[in-house]
């Protein structure tokens, strides 16, 4: 087993306050000095100032997105990224519709139960916790379903940490004439996604991901006339994101109270996001993270559910060990008196947990986490094995 002495001791990207631990979640998660302290001034929601900000904010995000003209809008929701999801599905789906939702995780499961919510007809096509969906297999069910509507797919399936195959499934879709909504929560930032690249309606994305804001709200780039067509088809008031479009174009506000401190503190963020380099730069760090990490613990003897050509650079989900001693709570409680919280698993088929490589961590901050997890093992009396071969 590998001991703390052979990791590397270098300067971190930054320290977090005293006591305050770094979040290896997919978000929240651990955020710039600079995103806090945009925090500590009040905004008015009507201001122009404020106004201002959430402006330039749906502008760069449309940037972001490759988005050269106004065939697509940005629309801001308030509430967490499953909101603006939930939104999104109200929208882009008639309520004569039929949705495909491809599933391979827990935010796919999440997207068949908002559709039965909202009377949405749907097939769905499973992979269980750990294989993406083949291009093949849209192709078939989109042939033999030819009713179907709309495709749902989760980029990156946080779940098992899976970075789903987006193009090859878009360029399927897009010959089937179908309507392709991507919940790209956790990929939006740090994975490249535009339009010219990708045939997509609607994209959705939240906040504290990784652009690495804050919680409080979600936002969904949509195309014009897939919006323009949506009018009084929402079942919510406060989701309905036609009206919240319309409201925005005609007012510049939001038609409810904004989570202020969170788009300005998501306002700071892109500004940081685009002095690293915007969405290259910020894959080239958490993709080192990635690696880093996957390399260490392996060292250590843990194993990783999936392939390592399946592997995002967002989460990586391990194997829980299989030892007497290894207990997750015992883990999590270890980890955390160490400066570090990470996330249960969420598969069905094993115990597992899953450490995220987004956020203000670098390679580093990496090691020191992996120093910490041999020193856990070590108070657990857990005596991990190399895998064998």
């Known amino acids: 087993m590998m001991t703390k002495a052979e990791f590397p001791t270098t300067q971190a990207l930054a320290t977090p306050a005293l006591g305050e631990p770094y979040l290896l979640t997919p ?62 599905l109200a929208t882009a789906i008639p309520r004569d519709g039929k949705a495909l939702v ?23 096509l499973d992979k269980g916790d750990y294989l993406p969906p083949q291009p093949e297999e849209v192709d078939a069910l989109l042939r033999d379903n030819p009713d179907v509507t709309n495709v749902f797919l989760v980029h990156c399936e946080t779940s098992s940490g899976i970075l789903n195959p987006l193009r090859e499934i878009a360029d399927v879709v897009k010959a089937h004439g179908k309507s392709l909504i991507i919940d790209a929560m956790s990929s939006f930032g740090a994975v490249p996604l535009t339009v010219n690249e990708i045939a997509f309606d609607v994209v959705v994305s939240s906040a504290n991901k990784c652009i690495e804001g ?18 009084g088809r929402a079942n919510s008031l406060s989701l309905d994101l036609y009206e919240q479009w319309v409201y925005m174009e005609r007012t510049g506000q939001w038609r409810f109270t904004p989570p202020t401190h969170s788009v300005v503190a998501f306002h700071k963020a892109l500004e940081q996001h685009n002095a690293e380099g915007g969405v290259h730069g910020r894959l080239a760090r958490y993709t080192r993270n990635r690696d880093v990490l996957v390399a260490g613990m392996r060292e250590l003897g843990f194993r990783t559910l999936l392939e390592d050509r399946w592997l995002s650079p967002i989460i990586t989900t391990f194997f829980s060990p299989e030892h007497p001693n290894f207990e997750f709570k015992r883990f999590y409680d270890e980890l955390k008196a160490r400066q570090f919280i990470i996330y249960p698993g969420k598969l069905t088929v094993a115990d597992s947990f899953r450490i995220g490589c987004i956020g203000q961590i670098d390679e580093y901050i990496v090691h020191q986490l992996l120093r910490a997890i041999a020193d856990s093992l070590v108070a657990m009396n857990v005596d991990m094995q190399l895998p064998a071969g």
């Open 214 to 231: 804050i919680p409080g709200f979600g936002f969904v780039i949509i195309r014009r006339s897939v919006l323009e067509a949506a009018k």
């Open 102 to 124: 491809l599933m391979n995780g827990a935010y796919g499961q999440r997207a068949t139960k908002t559709l039965e919510y909202l009377g949405r007809a749907f097939i769905t």
């Open 27 to 88: 978000g929240p998660l651990t955020t710039s000095k600079a995103t806090k302290e945009a925090m500590l001034r009040d905004w008015g929601s009507w201001d122009v100032a404020f106004n201002q900000v959430t402006a330039d904010v749906r502008q760069s995000l449309l940037s972001m997105a490759g988005v050269q003209d106004d065939s697509f809008a940005c629309v801001p929701l308030q509430g967490s990224g499953s909101y603006s999801v939930e939104a999104a």
